[in-house]
């Protein structure tokens, strides 16, 4: 009796245990850019763990009403891939399904952010393939050097557009003249301005 007991809690405890097909894989929904620099990190893990942080610094309570409404007021702000983060998950207005519970309940019970979304994934795996693009080193790169698609994205990060640029040096003459207020320490380090 003793032995059928103990083997039905064997069994139930690995049914209960994630199998290695749901658990994240090595670079799934993983913040990288904290092991290594320039390398891809993924939107949910480093959005979620800013967002966490966010709410502690904040003093908000932990309820999942709270969270889940400071989480639809950050979405608002957010831009590129986390825009696109925030539409998966329904925190957009034009978001055609709200997931928001399986963010906001979680985390108040103070779940680690990687766990949220090792869950996430199994609701919808395009959360996980979405990565940020390589940044580039304004400080550094020769701007020449950069394809015209590249240029637009460093005015786009900044929020800024270039009306009435035709030629490839008009991008780069924009970029220069922007740096200073949106990038003062790549200015700073460049000598070719």
């Not at 290594?36 to 979620?48: D, E, K, N, P, W």
């Not at 989480?71 to 207005?93: M, P, Q, S, W």
Request: aromatic share 6%; hydrophobic share 35%.
């Amino acid at each position: 009796m003793l032995c059928l007991s103990s083997l039905s809690v064997a069994l139930a405890a690995l049914a209960l245990a994630p199998s290695s097909s749901d658990a994240l894989k090595d670079g799934e929904c993983e913040d990288k850019s904290v092991k290594l620099l320039h390398v891809v990190s993924v939107v949910c893990v480093s959005f979620l763990g800013r967002f966490y942080q966010s709410l502690q610094d904040n003093h908000v309570k932990f309820t999942s009403a709270d969270i889940e409404k400071d989480l639809v007021k950050t979405c608002k702000d957010a831009k590129g891939k986390e825009n696109r983060f925030c539409y998966y998950i329904g925190g957009t207005n034009d978001a055609a399904t709200k997931i928001l519970n399986e963010i906001s309940k979680p985390l108040s019970y103070h779940t680690p952010v990687d766990k949220i979304c090792e869950k996430l994934k199994k609701k919808d795996s395009q959360i996980c393939e979405l990565k940020y693009d390589k940044q580039v080193d304004l400080s550094t790169v020769d701007l020449k050097k950069l394809k015209v698609k590249d240029l637009k994205k460093i005015l786009e990060e900044w929020g800024e557009s270039c009306k009435g640029c035709a030629e490839k040096s008009d991008f780069i003459r924009k970029i220069n003249e922007l740096m200073p207020k949106y990038a003062p320490n790549a200015a700073q380090a460049r000598t070719d301005l």
